[in-house]
């Protein structure tokens, strides 16, 4: 059984740091073939997608939005995934999931909609 474990969530001052952390179980990083996301969902907002990384060549991607403040990478002995996170806003302030597919033989995967096992999520609050 999948199953994703999000945590390292926290209240953090504009401007800091928190790393979130996404313990994979059920599948191994190593093994199979698969892609993550990492998404957030404020009060009353769609969730919407920030990182993702492919098993296919380890690609990452982040988006706009988050691009050069959320780094998204990889620990395989550890079977987990991590979203560093810096020069938070308050705007950031919001529950976090990671997210699988799998088996996944494709590159980066954004649409939230084809993914199959999400985490409990993780609440960032950033304060002004």
């Not at 953090?12 to 996404?22: E, K, Y």
């Not at 988050?66 to 002995?77: C, L, Y």
């Not at 079977?79 to 308050?90: A, E, G, H, I």
Request: glycine fraction near 12%.
């Amino acid at each position: 059984e999948v199953q994703l474990v999000e945590s390292g969530g926290g209240l953090v001052q504009t401007g800091g740091s928190l790393r979130l952390s996404c313990a994979a179980s059920g599948f191994t990083f190593d093994d199979d073939d698969y892609a993550i996301g990492w998404f957030r969902q404020a009060p009353g907002k769609e969730r919407e997608g920030l990182s993702y990384i492919s098993s296919s060549g380890g690609t990452t991607y982040s988006k706009d939005l988050v691009k050069g403040r959320f780094t998204i990478s990889v620990d395989n002995a550890k079977n987990t995934v991590y979203l560093q996170m810096n020069s938070l806003k308050p705007e950031d302030t919001a529950v976090y999931y990671c997210a699988a597919r799998l088996p996944h033989f494709g590159g980066i995967l954004a649409a939230k909609e084809l993914y199959d096992f999400w985490g409990q999520g993780t609440q960032v609050t950033v304060s002004s």
